[in-house]
C-alpha cells in the first residue's frame, strides 16, 4: 500500500533536493559560473528545487552567478569577434 505524501511535505522535499544537488557540486553558491557546462545545468537545477523548497536567497545567488557567468561569456565572444573583423 502507497502512503499519500502530505502537501505541505513538498517544500522540504524540494529544499532537500536542491541541497543534495548544490552539495554534489562542491562549490560555493557563487562560484556556479566557474563550473563546466553540464554541472552549470545541475546548478541550474539546484537553484529551480530551493527556490520551490523556499530558500530564496541561495537560489537567486546560483541565479545571478549562472547569468553573470552567461553575460561575461556573451561579452567575451562579442568583443573577441569585434577585434578579429576589425584587422
Known amino acids: 500500500m502507497l502512503l499519500k505524501r502530505r502537501e505541505d511535505d513538498r ?7 536542491g541541497e543534495v544537488l548544490l552539495g554534489s557540486l562542491q562549490v560555493r ?10 554541472l552549470k545545468k545541475r546548478a541550474l537545477s539546484a537553484a ?18 549562472l547569468v553573470q557567468a552567461y553575460v561575461f561569456t ?10 578579429q573583423h576589425a584587422h
Open 74 to 83: 556573451m561579452l567575451s565572444a562579442l568583443f573577441i569577434g569585434m577585434t
Open 11 to 17: 517544500p522540504g522535499r524540494y529544499r532537500e533536493a
Open 29 to 38: 553558491p557563487g562560484q556556479v559560473g566557474q563550473l563546466e557546462p553540464s
Open 48 to 65: 529551480i528545487w530551493l527556490a520551490k523548497g523556499g530558500e530564496a536567497q541561495v537560489s537567486v545567488e546560483l541565479f545571478v552567478a
